[in-house]
């Protein structure tokens, strides 16, 4: 079968029943990802980042629905599919990791058996044979020592170690997209360097097409083809990594940049903070959702909310950009 | 090892020495096991740190987690008891002084915790809250007194004098992080330990609180010692990072020039780690990957503690323990044989 993308993302709306009200976590967000690349959602806790990511994969939490939009994976339409087509589906070809790995794993079996469960659920390998191939995908996981490793049982393992052992069942069934939510937020530094490596060469030898969401723009940067920036569950901004980062055509993107502070910044200067905090997702402003802490806002921007449209090499939603204006000072490089 | 000197008078402190002196310090933790609850281990979360803390400058202590940097800044205001060794402040040994004395020590040091959510009690008004160090130790003279002190106490962190009649949870974590920090100055201290501050508030708020804290530090002429595992935030905010592997400081300098020449291969390999947010650089940077994990605190390696993932390790690195040496000129030290170039 032909499609035109692997992935295809169609104006997705999810929204989540909360005490006081409805939350709109995704609030019409589309997207396309081809085979071999990887693509960076970025956004702060409560962007709809994570619930994107849910979304596609369908494991929505119970108070969750998609209410519009359209999944389409090679060519089959997700968002159409039975739970156990879906299921099918998760276990081989499309595989999601977790932040927190020892919540993922299943505390009281043993490593190689959780690892090589996909491939007797979905191939119908028997057990002695999952094994076997368990002790392999550990081993490219990174694992030293994988034939005493698969005996083992998670609360043996280190978070980085188990991190990898969840990268080793997602990638059992030879997924051709990889989903990895906050993968190394978990982490240490040194560990997350492990973890974005072994993700890298992955992407590199296999050609796993990933989506890695996360919060922290030094990883997009060294990670990720294409960026999208997540506001308030909708995408603010979508690009090329390069263009973003260089010359950032949304005041969000624009601020965050600033207000980083950089390891190989040279002179001390206070950082840029973004005035005040993220917005309650149940009681958002009307206009763009960025207006309360957007220091380019103009009229309009209050009013009316702003398409998601081409500006310069990306596609920006603010009326600032769009009427011509550039944002300056910023970027990186 | 720096050699420790003679121990002066509380009256003989000026200024001019460091405000905080650690020596020989060690915290370690037993870990007990079996049904007659026998100690079957220790967990030397500090094992053995010698560190000067300058009046008036932001120390930097980075290091992963379970590398003893909490426990160090917890051990240096005795909130957890010490092994064994020394810490000096303004020139007297906290670890040694009567109940009342440490007292009255306590207003001259506070701390900053990681998470604002579970640092603050939610049946406690904000008011109640900054109150309580003031009650503690007869801050406020009056009611009155004790209320124009908490609002003046929100001022300070930017935020509304009416909200000291509210609960926490009727904040953001932005907020409630200043509250802590409001909560940190009410004794009015020279020295406060951040342990943390801003790991747990969202990217865009983060800048906020660092801000927060350089202004408070003209204002007030404040010493911290600034714990965190992200070192781009660490060189921002110091004057001076200290790194720690295991329980040890090994390496202690400048910040620039740690950044510039890191010469303990831990510090090198930990600043080549961190992603740096310019997709042109990332992608030509060399990435040193370390190879393992952490080792354990409950049973270090021999000689220096960093050598099991160390790419430069040679057989002397397991036999003794490389000292925390000056390596640069001036004020860079480095616990390391082999030291990077």
Redesign the interface.
């Known amino acids: 079968m032909s499609f035109a993308h692997l992935l295809e993302v169609d104006d997705i709306h999810t929204h989540l029943a909360v005490k006081d009200g409805t939350v709109r976590a995704v609030d019409g967000v589309s997207f396309t990802i081809d085979a071999g690349e990887t693509l960076g959602i970025v956004g702060?806790?409560g962007s709809g980042k994570s619930m994107t990511a849910l979304s596609i994969m369908r494991l929505l939490p119970r108070s969750g629905s998609i209410v519009e939009g359209k999944v389409t994976f090679k060519g089959r339409v997700l968002t159409d599919l039975s739970e156990d087509e879906m299921e099918a589906m998760r276990g081989t070809e499309i595989a999601m990791i977790f932040q927190d790995p020892m919540t993922s794993l299943n505390p009281v079996y043993r490593i190689g058996w959780q690892v090589g469960e996909p491939l007797r659920i979905h191939r119908h390998v028997d057990t002695r044979k999952s094994i076997v191939a368990a002790v392999d995908l550990l081993r490219k996981a990174g694992i030293?020592d994988a034939p005493r490793r698969v005996g083992q049982f998670p609360h043996m393992f280190?978070g980085?170690?188990r991190q990898r052992a969840m990268i080793a069942m997602g990638l059992s069934t030879s997924p051709s997209l990889l989903i990895a939510d906050e993968p190394t937020t978990a982490l240490?530094?040194?560990?997350?360097?492990?973890i974005?490596?072994l993700l890298r060469t992955l992407n590199r030898d296999y050609g796993t097409a990933t989506i890695l969401i996360t919060?922290?723009?030094?990883?997009?940067?060294?990670m990720c083809d294409r960026v999208i920036v997540m506001y308030a569950g909708r995408v603010v901004e979508q690009g090329r990594?390069?263009d973003v980062?260089?010359r950032p055509e949304h005041p969000y993107t624009w601020?965050?940049?600033r207000?980083?502070?950089?390891?190989?910044?040279d002179e001390?200067e206070?950082?840029?903070?973004?005035?005040g905090?993220?917005p309650d997702m149940v009681r958002l402003p009307a206009g763009c959702k960025f207006t309360p802490?957007c220091p380019f806002a103009i009229g309009r921007c209050a009013k009316e909310e702003p398409e998601l449209l081409a500006v310069r090499n990306q596609l920006s939603r603010c009326w600032v950009t769009q009427g011509g204006v550039t944002l300056d000072g910023a970027g990186?490089? | 090892m720096a050699e420790a000197p003679a121990r002066p008078s509380a009256q003989a402190w000026t200024p001019a020495q460091p405000l905080v002196e650690v020596r020989g310090l060690r915290t370690w933790f037993p870990v007990r096991s079996g049904v007659i609850n026998r100690v079957v281990g220790q967990v030397r979360a500090v094992d053995g740190v010698d560190l000067d803390i300058r009046q008036g400058e932001t120390l930097g202590l980075v290091g992963e987690s379970g590398c003893g940097k909490s426990t160090l800044g917890r051990s240096i205001l005795r909130l957890v008891q010490p092994t064994a060794g020394e810490v000096r402040f303004k020139g007297r040994d906290i670890l040694r002084i009567g109940s009342r004395s440490m007292r009255r020590m306590r207003r001259e040091m506070s701390i900053i915790f990681q998470d604002p959510f579970a640092s603050l009690d939610p049946r406690q008004t904000v008011a109640d809250i900054l109150g309580e160090a003031l009650d503690i130790h007869r801050l406020a003279r009056s009611t009155r007194a004790r209320k124009e002190r908490v609002s003046e106490l929100l001022g300070l962190v930017g935020l509304s004098g009416d909200f000291a009649g509210r609960y926490p949870h009727e904040f953001s974590g932005g907020q409630r992080q200043r509250i802590g920090i409001a909560r940190a100055l009410a004794v009015d201290p020279s020295f406060i330990v951040c342990d943390e501050p801003i790991s747990a508030l969202d990217v865009s708020i983060q800048a906020q609180i660092i801000n927060l804290l350089e202004q408070l530090q003209d204002k007030f002429h404040l010493t911290y010692l600034f714990i965190a595992h992200d070192l781009s935030v660490v060189k921002h905010i110091s004057d001076r990072i200290a790194v720690m592997y295991v329980g040890k400081v090994v390496e202690v300098s400048p910040a620039r020039d740690l950044y510039r020449q890191p010469k303990h291969p831990y510090t090198g390999s930990l600043l080549s780690a961190i992603p740096i947010p310019d997709p042109r650089l990332e992608r030509r940077r060399e990435r040193i990957i370390l190879k393992g994990d952490v080792a354990s605190p409950l049973n270090p390696p021999s000689g220096c503690r960093f050598r099991t993932r160390c790419f430069k390790a040679q057989p002397r690195c397991a036999e003794t323990e490389p000292p925390l040496e000056t390596v640069n000129l001036g004020d860079h030290k480095a616990a390391c044989y082999y030291p990077l170039s």
């Open positions: 702060e806790s030293p280190s980085g170690m240490d530094v040194t560990i997350q360097a492990q974005l490596d919060h922290n723009l030094g990883v997009v940067a060294g990594t390069e980062f260089a601020s965050l940049l207000s980083i502070p950089r390891l190989d910044a001390h206070p950082l840029k903070p973004i005035d905090s993220p802490r990186v490089g």
